[in-house]
């Protein structure tokens, strides 16, 4: 069984302030995929950055970037130079290789504070 | 860009009703998915579907059922709602498992949720 855990429930960020938000998991597949989601206030999910297992360089999406510990099985987000739009539900997602169905951690709301 | 509609945004039911959530995609996705989202526990998933007709219990099968009759939609069924129902519901797509060597193919794209109230 594949696990994803959010051990930070809440974040705050001053605007324009770099803010980390951890992603533990635990999977026995050796081909996998992570991703980052955000959920902002009664919006639509959308993806923010995705990273292959097989992959060692860490994915960067403009202000956004992961640091991938696969030895670990860590998968944090970075967000640089923090927007008040950033502000949002983030959820740290794991994917496998069957149906590519997804398992999902508890949720991180960051808060950004003008 | 890919979309993913959902037929309400909100709806409000009574108990021992049958509920009828709708799900529709443009992009010819092979993979569907439907997931509830609550507090503290994240997205779970119910059910998905590979293929039309198709079908897979999720985690959290209990007290739903699907169908896919035809590739772009694919329908969550409460048949006896009950109070413990009451959720976000998420409808997801994705092209997985056609895998063609693209990156990005086993990406998911999400509706906007139904929020359902059970009375």
């Known amino acids: 069984a594949q696990t994803v855990t959010q051990s930070q429930p809440e974040m705050s960020v001053q605007e324009a302030e770099t803010v980390t938000l951890s992603c533990t998991y635990d999977t026995s597949e050796s081909d996998y995929y992570l991703f980052w989601y955000k959920q902002p206030p009664s919006r639509q999910m959308i993806l923010v950055i995705r990273q292959e297992a097989y992959k060692q360089q860490n994915a960067t999406e403009n202000r956004f970037s992961v640091n991938f510990q696969k030895a670990a099985k860590s998968f944090s987000l970075k967000i640089s130079d923090s927007q008040l739009g950033d502000a949002a539900m983030y959820f740290c997602a794991l994917g496998g290789t069957s149906y590519g169905k997804l398992t999902f951690g508890q949720g991180t709301i960051l808060t950004v504070h003008p | 860009d890919v979309k993913v509609t959902q037929s309400s945004r909100y709806l409000v039911k009574r108990t021992g009703e049958k509920v009828f959530l709708e799900c529709v995609q443009d992009?010819?996705?092979?993979?569907m998915f439907w997931y509830r989202q609550d507090p503290g526990l994240g997205l779970r998933l119910i059910y998905f579907s590979y293929d039309v007709k198709m079908k897979e219990k999720g985690d959290i099968p209990e007290g739903y059922s699907v169908s896919r009759e035809k590739k772009e939609r694919f329908s969550l069924i409460l048949e006896s709602a009950s109070t413990n129902q009451t959720s976000m519901y998420l409808c997801?797509?994705?092209?997985?498992?056609?895998?063609?060597?693209?990156?990005?193919?086993?990406?998911?794209?999400f509706g906007p949720g139904t929020r359902l109230l059970v009375l």
């Open positions: 992009m010819d996705h092979e993979n």
């Open positions: 997801a797509s994705s092209l997985f498992p056609e895998v063609t060597g693209e990156s990005g193919e086993e990406t998911q794209y």
